[in-house]
C-alpha cells in the first residue's frame, strides 16, 4: 500500500502561482510512475502531468504544458506540481496518484484507471 497527502493548494489570482505537494508513505515510492489529476465541479477527473520514476521523462496536457512543471524527490518520497499563470480554468481538485506496476511513462498514463493509489486531493481555487 501507498498512502499519499496532497498539500500546498489554495485560492490565488489569475495570473499567480502555487506549488502542490504529494507525501507518500508506504511501499516503496521511488519506483513507480507518478502523476497529478484534477476534477472541476461538474466534470470528470482529468489528467494533468505525469512523471518517471527517476524524474526522467514527463508528461502534460496540452493545456498545461509551459505552465506547470512536475517533479521528483525520491529521497523524500514527495512528488511536486509547480503551477504559473494560473487561470481560472485551472480551478478544481488536485490529486496525486501512483501507478505500481510501472517505472516508466507510456500512453496509459494519461488515464485514470492506470493508478492504483490515490491521494483525497487539494482544492485550487484561481479567481479572475
Known amino acids: 500500500q501507498v498512502q499519499l497527502v496532497e498539500s500546498g493548494g489554495g485560492l490565488v489570482q489569475a495570473g499567480g502561482s502555487l506549488r502542490l505537494s504529494c507525501a507518500a508513505s508506504?511501499?516503496?515510492?521511488?519506483?513507480?510512475?507518478a502523476g497529478w489529476f484534477r476534477q472541476a465541479p461538474g466534470k470528470e477527473r482529468a489528467f494533468v502531468s505525469a512523471?518517471?520514476?527517476?524524474?526522467?521523462?514527463?508528461y502534460y496536457a496540452d493545456s498545461v504544458k509551459g505552465r506547470f512543471a512536475i517533479s521528483r524527490d525520491n529521497a523524500k518520497n514527495t512528488v511536486n506540481l509547480q503551477m504559473n499563470s494560473l487561470k481560472p480554468e485551472d480551478t478544481g481538485v488536485y490529486y496525486c496518484?501512483?501507478?505500481?506496476?510501472?517505472?516508466?511513462?507510456?500512453?496509459?498514463?494519461?488515464?485514470?484507471?492506470?493508478?492504483?493509489?490515490w491521494g483525497q486531493g487539494t482544492q485550487v481555487t484561481v479567481s479572475s
Open positions: 508506504g511501499r516503496t515510492f521511488s519506483n513507480y510512475v
Open positions: 512523471i518517471s520514476w527517476s524524474g526522467g521523462s514527463t
Open positions: 496518484a501512483v501507478d505500481k506496476l510501472w517505472a516508466s511513462l507510456t500512453s496509459s498514463h494519461y488515464h485514470a484507471q492506470s493508478y492504483d493509489y
